[in-house]
């Protein structure tokens, strides 16, 4: 028995000698021959598809175009001293026991154009007496306001800054469940971002704005995230954040945008106008209701009755009357005044118009010619 241990001891021994030498020395030929490639290339696959997606790519892309904007006005009473430290170095400080006390409030804007031509709300700067902007990057800057818009809540602000990284807007039309961030400084804390999805577009009849086309989201937009943006997954802007539905001021997972495509006619029509341009028709209307269409033998709601015609105005000088029941404008059916005002509104003062009305049950079309809509006072 003795004899034949020692006979499988050395066949033992030998074997595991060879075994640890080809580890140490040629470990590629044991992987070659023991794990298969394939399911090597498989897990690291699974490795890399189990790591947590990151939208850092578009905060970084999109948040240097963000700026804090800092606001002051001037209260009825009291003669303390204008000694807020962010402002002071902006403006004169000659006679400061003579300036009536200041209230701060704060909101976010949007650089648009490298030559520092901001977006932001109407009501963030609205009747404020200095605004001072601060970038990402610290550095900050005293506005001037180059015009507003209070129908739509946009205003143009303008500072003189070097260097700056202008928000590039997406060029693709945004849908139902796409990933939005919205970026701005709630509650004065800093440059945050909260992340949702587009809930619903074309949102209107809010009460918000006259001209309402709404990005709906659920990412939380709260105080100081006004006039900030919205941008894609890739950074891209999409809208400008301008409103929450809640009335208690805090985020309930119902917030608005304005769509870029908006902003940027907005911003284009002020810098190049002095403010916002859009068709006007001249006319009050309200919904036809739903048993006088069906009288009239079109389809519930379709239909507006003209209430009210202002002298001088377009409808006026294209011969629409009172009574008359507008159901087309352009080949776009008339569902409701705002879908009629939008339509309106998003024509150039000049182009032609066609209505198509019902007039003592009969059908006209008639021309017009779209003039411009009348300033807010």
């Given amino acids: 028995m003795h004899r034949i241990l020692n006979y499988l001891a050395w066949p033992v021994v030998l ?11 040629f470990p590629e030929w044991l992987d070659s021959r023991f794990y298969d490639p394939q399911i090597t290339s498989n897990e690291k696959k699974d490795e890399k598809a189990s790591k947590p997606f990151s939208y850092s790519l578009a905060v970084k892309k999109a948040s240097p175009s963000v700026v804090n904007i800092y606001t002051q006005k001037k209260l009825p009473s009291g003669n303390r001293l204008y000694s807020d430290p962010l402002f002071k170095k902006f403006f004169s400080q000659k006679n400061s026991s003579r300036q009536a006390r200041m209230k701060s409030s704060l909101g976010s804007g949007v650089v648009m154009t490298a030559n520092g031509y901001i977006l932001t709300n109407h009501h963030v ?4 007496d200095a605004i001072v902007l601060q970038l990402q990057d610290g550095r900050e800057a005293a506005a001037k306001v180059i015009g507003t818009d209070p129908e739509i809540d946009l205003a143009v602000l303008k500072i003189n800054l070097e260097n700056l990284v202008p928000i590039e807007l997406a060029n693709q039309k945004v849908s139902v469940g796409d990933v939005v961030l919205a970026i701005g400084n709630p509650f004065g804390v800093g440059q945050s971002v909260s992340q949702g999805i587009i809930s619903a577009t074309q949102r209107k009849g809010l009460g918000l704005n006259t001209f309402e086309n709404f990005i709906q989201t659920d990412a939380a937009i709260n105080p100081g995230n006004s006039g900030g943006p919205l ?3 890739t950074g891209h802007l999409v809208g400008i954040n301008s409103a929450i539905l809640d009335r208690t001021s805090y985020a309930m997972g119902i917030s608005f945008a304005i769509p870029s495509k908006t902003a940027l006619k907005v911003l284009t029509d002020i810098i190049t106008h002095g403010r916002a341009i859009r068709g006007w028709l001249g006319v009050e209307a309200s919904q ?43 080949n776009n059916g008339v569902v409701d ?3 009629a005002m939008n339509v309106i509104a998003s024509l150039s003062p000049g182009d032609s118009i066609k209505l198509y009305v019902l007039r003592n049950g009969d059908e006209k079309v008639i021309d017009a010619v779209a003039g411009a809509r009348p300033q807010l006072n």
């Fill in 125 to 128: 700067i609205d009747g404020a």
């Fill in 337 to 339: 005044n705002d879908k």
């Fill in 288 to 330: 036809l209701k739903p048993f006088a269409a069906k009288k009239l033998g079109l389809n519930p709601p379709l239909g507006l009755v003209i209430t009210n015609i202002y002298p001088g105005s377009p409808a006026y000088s294209s011969g629409l009357l009172p009574g008359d029941v507008i159901f087309k404008i352009n």
């Fill in 231 to 233: 941008v894609d997954s």
């Fill in 15 to 25: 074997g595991l000698l060879v075994a640890t030498l080809t580890f140490n020395f």
